[in-house]
T-cell receptor, first 112, second 110 residues
Framework: SAVISQKPSRDICQRGTSLTIQCQVD?????MFWYRQQPGQSLTLIAT?????????ESGFVIDKFPISRPNLTFSTLTVSNMSPEDSSIYLC?????????FGSGTRLTVV | DAKTTQPPSMDCAEGRAANLPCNHS???????VYWYRQIHSQGPQYIIH???NNETNEMASLIITEDRKSSTLILPHATLRDTAVYYC???????????FGKGTRLSVIA
């Protein structure tokens, strides 16, 4: 199955700043998914990103806060903008191939 | 919204079988039952999936009731490394994203 390299693995950021998370896949994939996992909670889908089109956001998530890029079939970024302490979470990217779903190792974000 | 109901937590003695239940009473005929687990905030890991027949692989067995309204994931000989949150997901096959419920936190105890 596909292997995803996600970075950074963790970061501590000041409120009001932005952080861009990158995911690199070792093969071409059509769809990539971004999730948020708040402390002690399950994974919540933020958006689905297809190459060449605007990302589709789930209810409660907006493009201005979580802009996503998908410049080619192996790469995607998620930016967490104008951060507040409530954005402290683990962010994960994921993709699917004929072999199933694969997840990145996650980015643990702490906003202070 | 997740279509499954799982107990929030379970304990299992090391070396014993861990049986994790999942209720999915509204499952449709074309929906599969998938199991994933997440070990200490790593990315979720695929375990097994099935439609209506029981399935077994090197990690686990999946038992689906005849009416398909519930299933059980069986880890035959649980080890400490099986301590994780286990998610039961029902979905049709395709490229739609996985939707996670609250899962079951399994603690394997020495």
């Amino acid at each position: 199955s596909a292997v995803i390299s996600q970075k950074p693995s963790r970061d501590i950021c000041q409120r009001g700043t932005s952080l861009t998370i990158q995911c690199q896949v070792d093969s071409q994939v059509t769809m990539m998914f971004w999730y948020r996992q708040q402390p002690g909670q399950s994974l919540t889908l933020i958006a689905t990103a297809n190459q060449g089109s605007e990302a589709t956001y789930e209810s409660g998530f907006v493009i201005d806060k979580f802009p996503i890029s998908r410049p080619n079939l192996t790469f995607s970024t998620l930016t967490v903008s104008n951060m507040s302490p409530e954005d402290s979470s683990i962010y994960l990217c994921s993709t699917t191939t004929v072999y199933g779903y694969t997840f990145g190792s996650g980015t643990r974000l702490t906003v202070v | 919204d997740a279509k499954t109901t799982q107990p929030p937590s379970m304990d299992c003695a090391e070396g014993r079988a861990a049986n994790l239940p999942c209720n999915h009473s509204t499952i449709s005929g074309n929906e599969y039952v998938y199991w994933y687990r997440q070990i200490h905030s790593q990315g979720p890991q695929y375990i097994i999936h099935g439609l209506k027949n029981n399935e077994t692989n090197e990690m686990a067995s999946l038992i689906i009731t005849e009416d398909r309204k519930s299933s059980t994931l069986i880890l035959p000989h649980a080890t400490l490394r099986d301590t994780a949150v286990y998610y039961c997901i029902v979905r049709v096959e395709g490229n739609t994203p996985l939707v996670f419920g609250k899962g079951t936190r399994l603690s394997v105890i020495a």
